[in-house]
C-alpha cells in the first residue's frame, strides 16, 4: 500500500512539472504580443508640438483684428518658443505681415530636436 501512494504523489508531481513547462512556453510565444509599443507615441512628440503651433497661429490670424494683430502674433511667438525650449526643443518662429486690409502674414516655422527636424511655411488670410 505504500508503494501505491508513493507512485500517486510521482504522478502528481510529474503533472505538476508538465503543466508549469506548458504553461512558461506558452506564455514565451503569447507575451510579445500582450506588451503595448508605446515608442510610437513618444517618438511623435514633435510632430504633435509642431502641428499644434502652426494651427494656432492660423487661429490667432483668423480671431485677431487689424489692430490687434501684430501685437497677439509676437505674443504668441514669445509663448511658444518658451514653450518648445522647455520640451528640450528649438523653435524658430517668424511671421511677416504681408498686408493689412485683408491681412496676410506669411510664417516660416523650423523645429529641431534630438530626433528630428521639422520645417513649415505657410500663408494665412483672414
Known amino acids: 500500500m505504500l508503494n501505491l501512494s508513493n507512485k500517486k504523489a510521482q504522478f502528481f508531481i510529474l503533472t505538476t512539472v508538465v503543466i508549469v513547462g506548458v504553461f512558461y512556453t506558452l506564455s514565451k510565444y503569447i507575451n510579445p504580443y500582450a506588451f503595448i509599443d508605446t515608442s510610437r507615441a513618444?517618438?511623435?512628440?514633435?510632430?504633435?508640438?509642431?502641428?499644434?503651433?502652426?494651427?494656432?497661429?492660423?487661429?490667432?490670424?483668423?480671431?485677431?483684428?487689424?489692430?490687434?494683430?501684430?501685437?497677439?502674433?509676437?505674443?504668441?511667438?514669445?509663448?511658444?518658443?518658451?514653450?518648445?525650449?522647455?520640451?528640450?526643443?528649438?523653435?524658430?518662429?517668424?511671421?511677416?505681415?504681408?498686408?493689412?486690409?485683408?491681412?496676410?502674414?506669411?510664417?516660416?516655422?523650423?523645429l529641431i530636436s534630438e530626433r528630428m527636424t521639422l520645417k513649415s511655411n505657410f500663408t494665412v488670410i483672414r
Open 42 to 110: 513618444a517618438s511623435g512628440s514633435e510632430t504633435f508640438f509642431f502641428d499644434n503651433v502652426k494651427e494656432k497661429a492660423i487661429k490667432t490670424v483668423e480671431i485677431s483684428n487689424e489692430t490687434e494683430l501684430e501685437s497677439n502674433l509676437n505674443q504668441y511667438k514669445n509663448f511658444v518658443e518658451e514653450m518648445a525650449s522647455e520640451k528640450g526643443y528649438n523653435l524658430n518662429f517668424k511671421y511677416n505681415i504681408i498686408s493689412t486690409g485683408p491681412s496676410i502674414v506669411d510664417f516660416n516655422m523650423i
